[in-house]
């Protein structure tokens, strides 16, 4: 298979669980975006859990799921591992900001970089570089079926 699908199916979903590891593990749930390099995309308060984490140790593990609950033998997820880092180079963050946007509509408006940077809001921009992916899909693969994925 390609990367294609991979893709398809991560841009179909929105949310992201990440689990991060400073002195004990922790795991969180965010928003997130993706664009056509797999730059994983998603903003969070720097006083979380997972962000101090992230602070201190870059690398994350993730993971995304969708289930049809009338057949459940019809599944995908992604486990993968990345680096992730807040960002501060804004024609990065302007570039996933308005990817990111697409995504989530609703929010244009107020998660913006002028927002960012002048603490307006207090979240700010994290990316996350996958190295792994490994991508479940019943569908293309069968129900033991997987194709891995490095970056």
Known sequence: MSKDKLLDFLKSQKLLIIATYN???WVCNVYYSINDNFDIFFVSPPDTNHSKHI???????????????????DRKA??????????????????????????YPLWKEIITYENMKNNTIQSKPYLI???????????????????????
């Open 78 to 103: 992604v486990q993968g591992k990345g680096k992730c880092e807040i960002l501060n180079d804004e024609n990065k963050i302007k570039e996933l900001l308005e990817n990111h946007n697409k995504f």
């Open 23 to 25: 002195e004990t593990p």
């Open 129 to 151: 570089k996958p190295t792994y992916m490994k991508f479940w899909n019943d569908e293309l693969y069968g129900s033991e079926g997987t194709e891995e994925f490095k970056f």
């Open 55 to 73: 602070d201190k140790n870059p690398d994350v593990a993730f993971s995304i799921s969708w289930y049809n609950e009338k057949d459940l033998t």
